[in-house]
């Protein structure tokens, strides 16, 4: 995969749908991934905060998720092929893991979304198995941690924001073999 460094960030250089295809074989073969959907508000504050410089760069893959970098891209002279969105990305997962009985774990989001997340979910999507849910608003990781290590999803999608949504990925990503992706308002979105 070739990469293209934006402010000190290492973008794949990809389009959406050959980057879904890299993401579906990865899960297939069940390799952790961690995908960084980075936008510019990531990326601003990744300049303020090396610590969270450090673990975006541990991810597998850092995409752009924002015209104004694809953008920033271009003017360097060494262009990013697509915008690829965490959102795009979401339901596109979602749909191509109803078509192959994958399983999803969903963390983020208030207490009400992440309800109504399951019924658009299991209506949408009704052969993807829903390994389970929590909202996006706890103290401590281990109670959820313990239930994505015993139910073991292909994908856990994470919404909480960042920087708490990479942080929380970094922590926990050993326990699967599968893919691991933060996702912003994603939930917001899907249910609104
Ligand atoms: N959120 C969460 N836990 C928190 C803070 C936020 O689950 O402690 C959720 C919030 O409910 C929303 C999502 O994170 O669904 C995205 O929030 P925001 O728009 O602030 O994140 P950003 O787009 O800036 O990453």
Redo the contacts with the bound molecule.
């Keep these: 995969q070739s990469k293209v460094s934006i402010l000190g960030i290492p973008f794949i250089n990809t389009t959406q749908s050959a980057f879904e295809q890299t993401l579906q074989q990865r899960i297939d073969q069940q390799q952790n991934t961690f995908v960084v959907t980075a936008n510019p ?1 990531i990326v601003m504050y990744a300049r303020n905060h090396p610590e969270y410089t450090k673990l975006i760069k541990s991810a597998n893959f850092i995409v752009a998720d924002g015209i104004g970098i694809v953008i920033g891209a271009k003017l360097l002279k060494t262009p990013i092929e697509e915008r690829v969105t965490g959102y795009d990305l979401f339901e596109s997962l979602l749909s191509w893991g109803n078509q192959h009985q994958k399983s999803a774990y969903f963390v ?3 207490p009400a ?1 992440i309800q109504k997340l399951r019924e658009v979910v299991s209506r949408q999507f009704p052969d993807l198995v829903i390994a389970g849910t929590h ?3 706890f103290d401590n990781d281990t109670q959820i941690v313990n239930d994505i290590r015993r139910t073991n999803p292909d994908m856990v999608f994470v ?4 920087p ?1 949504q990479e942080e929380f990925i970094e922590r926990n990503r050993a326990v699967t073999n599968g893919l691991w992706m933060g996702i ?2 994603s ?2 979105v899907l249910t609104g």
Excluded: C, I, R
Aim: glycine share 30%.
């Design positions: 508000e983020g989001a208030k979304v909202d996006g608003y919404a909480t924001g960042y708490k912003g308002g939930f917001d």
